[in-house]
């Protein structure tokens, strides 16, 4: 290996990996498609090796080009951790970048960015909305800042957990619908052969409680499936069907009574907000602030 690694040759590196094209990596980059294919040429001649396999008009990494990825990623994170540690600016900006799940977009986001933008006009929020298979590879990958998931207390070496607030799992119906009017007290069975409408199949309390019915041989209908909670909250209100929501979801339906939690005796069932950072990653002073104004806003 010869010569001096310049960083923004392997910036650009990571660019065009992730698009698969000289030509959309110099666009995002402000550089000329020459200039994108000098510095990759550049740090394939410093290391000794193709990172690229190309083949008529596409681009891929080639295994070596895949094992470099793994050191790109790092050397740019330490850039920008050299950068935020030695920054002697405490007031939160530049770009904050959330990857999360859609039921807690809807449910959380809009409000929770209006109050953080008031506070803090300087740091524009970015919003990555996904899976949680999805959120965690971008996480891995320092393409986004905080991972914000709801599940069961996550344990993963490789990051840090900044916060965790737990919700009960609440059934709901509509205060017209015929499981409320049989009774306030019901068990796993009452539930047979109701129709729901379902968060998306790789929810994590959809899936415990489908488990659990299908475990107890109790037949039910699935309505709907959807990841916009309002949406499923409008569908449970009008009486047509029965769903299974964290009972955070569920303040204002509750208060004005257009939604009811069925009691069952025999499920219950608490699932977490948490939010994680890369343990790689130095948190910066927007992303310290996000944290403490969500946790601010969860223990309302």
């Known amino acids: 290996m010869g010569g001096t690694m310049e960083i923004r040759n392997i910036i650009s590196f990571i660019k065009v990996a992730e698009l698969s094209s000289f030509s959309k990596a110099a666009i995002e980059l402000g550089y000329s498609q020459s200039n994108i294919t000098m510095q990759i040429k550049q740090l394939e001649s410093e290391l000794n ?14 295994e070596q080009g895949k094992e470099f990825m793994k050191y790109a990623i790092s050397i740019k994170s330490l850039v920008e951790n050299a950068k935020i540690s030695l920054s002697d600016d405490p007031t939160p900006s530049g770009q904050l970048v959330i990857g999360i799940l859609e039921s807690l977009c809807i449910t959380y986001l809009p409000e929770l ?3 953080f933008y008031k506070k803090y006009p300087n740091v524009n929020t970015v919003i990555s909305i996904g899976t949680y298979e999805e959120l965690s590879a971008l996480l891995n990958s320092n393409k986004i800042d905080l991972l914000w998931t709801f599940d069961r207390p996550i344990a993963n070496k490789s990051w840090v957990k900044a916060l965790e607030s737990p919700s009960a799992i609440k059934i709901i119906a509509a205060p017209t619908h015929s499981i409320l009017l049989e009774g306030r007290q019901h068990n796993l069975s009452s539930l047979k052969n109701c129709t729901f409408i379902f968060t998306e199949q790789n929810c994590s309390y959809r899936i415990y409680f489908e488990d659990l019915l299908q475990a107890q041989g109790i037949p039910y209908n699935v309505f709907l499936e959807i990841g916009n909670t309002e949406i499923i909250k ?6 047509l069907c029965l769903s ?3 009972e955070f979801t569920l303040q204002n339906e509750l208060s004005n009574k257009t939604i009811e939690v069925v009691n069952i005796t025999n499920f219950h069932l608490t ?8 343990k790689n990653k130095i ?5 310290k ?3 403490n104004h969500l946790q601010a806003d969860l223990l309302q």
């Not at 409008?234 to 009486?239: E, L, P, Q």
């Open 283 to 287: 948190p910066t002073s927007a992303m």
């Open 113 to 115: 960015i209006h109050t």
């Open 234 to 239: 409008r569908f449970v209100a009008s009486g």
């Open 271 to 278: 699932m977490y907000s948490q939010i994680f950072y890369h």
């Open 289 to 291: 602030e996000f944290i």
């Open 244 to 246: 299974v929501l964290p």
């Open 49 to 62: 090796c193709l990172l690229f396999d190309r083949i008529g008009k596409g681009i891929s990494l080639t």
